[in-house]
């Protein structure tokens, strides 16, 4: 049943409802001229949401947020409906169930299916995949993949978990993952925490080079209007929430994060720029 004019709403996450959802909406109702009580269907697509602003999102507009996960190579592999956060709001940490005709798998560093909760890399086989083939690129399509048992498949390049209902939780970007004295840490779960700062506008955060610990963490973070934390305030406001040696060991004040206009932050011009200019 198609859905009346004006009550169907996507949103990609570069709008940074992330970091100030309020604002955000509002701007948004008000340039589309809708009232969010005549809104009935609401679409999360592009990067992930962060858990605490799906649920903003509900509480603000009711229980009408849908979101997918997928990639343009792989298709819609799972989706969260209303139905399944309803009577368990902790399914909206998720990026929703895997569908019909998709299989997930999370495996670790030996390529060994894990169980429920373990994170791991998570490898998609599906009727697409199975076909996918990079032109006149045979290397990058044979390191695509990974072939278990009588199984084909698709590295995602996201490392994952999958919960007892085989509903999927997106730990992070594999190739963002630091490694910081042989623990692996996930820039996601410290960018949650800046974003839940009254004063973080919007953060970033990777690992940099350190001759002791492998790699060391490092918090770029964008401020609201008017606010003034220093940098100290900001470590130990994450060491308050975090384990230590997640909390990053520095914090650079900066106007604006290099993001893509899809939204996704460009972690690799972020390193490569304060590489450059050390």
């Known amino acids: 049943m198609p859905l009346p004019a004006g009550q169907f709403v996507a949103f990609a996450a570069h709008l940074k409802i992330h970091a100030d959802f309020d604002d955000g909406f509002q701007k948004i109702l008000f ?7 005549l809104i009935n269907f609401l679409l999360g697509i592009g990067i992930g949401f962060f858990g605490f602003t799906k649920k903003d999102i509900v509480q603000y507009f009711g229980p009408v947020f849908y979101e997918f996960y997928g990639s343009s ?4 592999n799972t989706i969260l409906k209303p139905e399944h956060y309803i009577n368990d709001p902790d ?3 998720s990026v929703g169930k895997v569908t019909e005709g998709n299989k997930i798998i999370i495996v670790d560093e030996d390529n060994v299916e894990l169980p429920p909760n373990s994170p791991g890399d998570l490898l998609l086989s ?8 990079y032109y006149k690129e045979p290397e990058k399509t044979k390191d695509a993949f990974l072939e278990i048992g009588d199984e084909q498949y698709y590295k995602e390049g996201e490392v994952a978990y999958l919960d007892e209902d085989q509903f999927c939780y997106i730990a992070d970007r594999k190739k963002d993952m630091i490694i910081s004295g042989g623990v692996n840490i996930y820039p996601a779960e410290i960018e949650e925490v800046l974003l839940l700062h009254h004063s973080v506008l919007d953060a970033a955060v ?5 001759e002791e610990w492998g790699e060391s963490v490092k918090a770029f973070v964008v401020l609201r209007e008017g606010k ?6 900001i470590i130990t406001y994450c060491g308050e929430r975090l384990a230590g040696y997640k909390k990053p060991k520095s914090v650079d004040f900066v106007d604006e994060l290099p993001r893509h206009p899809t939204g996704k932050l460009l972690k690799r011009i972020l390193r490569e720029k304060y590489l450059k200019n050390g």
């Not at 990777?206 to 350190?210: A, S």
């Not at 003034?228 to 305030?233: A, L, M, Q």
Request: aromatic fraction near 4%; glycine fraction near 6%; hydrophobic fraction near 35%.
């Open 91 to 93: 399914k909206l940490r």
């Open 228 to 233: 003034e934390p220093n940098e100290e305030e």
């Open 206 to 210: 990777i690992g940099l080079p350190d």
């Open 31 to 37: 340039d589309q001229k809708l009232n969010n009580a």
């Open 126 to 133: 599906n009727a697409m995949v199975k076909y996918l083939d």
């Open 73 to 76: 190579d792989g298709a819609m």
